[in-house]
């Protein structure tokens, strides 16, 4: 969207009309990083791989709840190629499952099932997709337990991982990728577990993100922070054709879904890794776009 300024000159031979457009405002993104990586929580030896420059570890969620508005495919990235667009373009996408008002979902619950959501399912156009997207809501709900070399840790108060008092929810809430001052609503360059790309964009509920400046909350984080918007690049075409029935986002929770992380590792700001769990977090968000019926 511009804006745009008229200037008027009035001469003796007619009036002279010019326009000049300001720049658009910028968006800010955060390239992914190694920082906290992790694999899989270990039930013997080092609950966390330390040794092996791990500084979190995963494991299967009991609790993932959130809210899912819509998904979609793409011919293109829906952010451009650089990923620096300021509003989701919907004119290189198709929708095929939306939800104006959705409940929550506890997707830990449906393990090895699947669930027939509320929203309207319509398949898109025949052809190739590059890109596929879901949105979320920007609050997520989550809870796990890992049993390591007979200890059992899991979510309590705080956001801690702890072994004994009564299990609390994480509730994660994402407001920012970057630290209060400026807004970051991109995180880009991740990779799901099956190698496919994927970026994540925080944006408001018309899929419009806040520029770096000028559009900041009372807390100093991005006004925009109603939708979370998953994009996903397949490692091949999605390809819709006359016999496709369906498509479905296939969560990966099991052995993922939630994080148990060391903060005395260096890269969390401690002075050395022990293996010991100390807070629990909502992990990755991970999962595949799978067509049914071609």
């Known amino acids: 969207m511009f804006s745009q300024r008229l200037c008027k000159l009035l001469t003796l031979v007619g009036l002279v009309i010019s326009f000049s457009t300001p720049a658009a405002a910028q968006v800010s993104n955060v ?3 190694v920082t906290g990586i992790e694999k899989p929580c270990s039930a013997t030896g080092n609950m966390i791989d330390f040794p092996n420059g791990y500084a979190n570890c995963t494991a299967t969620a009991t609790k993932w709840e959130t809210k899912i508005y819509e998904m979609g495919v793409c011919t293109a990235h829906p952010f451009g190629s650089a990923k620096t667009g300021v509003s989701l ?3 290189k996408c198709a929708v095929f499952y939306a939800e104006t008002n959705p409940s929550n979902l506890d997707i830990a619950q449906l393990i090895g099932t699947s669930a027939n959501l509320s929203g309207t399912m319509t398949l898109p156009p025949e052809g190739g997709y590059s890109h596929a997207y879901i949105v979320f809501d920007v609050v997520f709900t989550s809870a796990g337990e890992f049993t390591n070399n007979g ?3 899991y979510n309590i108060a705080g956001g801690d991982a702890g072994t004994s008092g009564a299990a609390v929810d994480r509730v994660t809430t994402y407001i ?7 807004c970051v609503s991109g995180y880009i360059g991740d990779q799901t577990s099956g190698g496919e790309e994927m970026d994540v964009f925080l944006t408001n509920d018309q899929y419009v993100r806040s520029p770096t400046v000028g559009d900041l909350n009372g807390s ?3 006004a925009k922070n109603d939708r979370l918007i998953v994009v996903v690049k397949g490692a091949t075409p999605v390809v819709i054709t006359p016999r ?6 296939n969560f990966k929770l099991t052995d993922g879904g939630v994080s148990f992380q060391d903060n005395d590792c260096p890269v969390h700001g401690g002075g050395g ?3 010991v769990p100390d807070d629990f977090e909502l992990g990755p968000i991970d999962g595949q776009f799978v067509i049914s019926g071609n």
């Open 220 to 222: 100093g984080n991005c």
């Open 31 to 33: 390239n992914a990083t």
């Open 273 to 275: 890794c022990d293996g």
């Open 244 to 249: 496709t029935y369906g498509i479905n986002f």
């Open 151 to 153: 200890t059992r840790y």
């Open 176 to 182: 920012n990728f970057g630290d209060p001052g400026s």
């Open 89 to 91: 373009d919907a004119t």
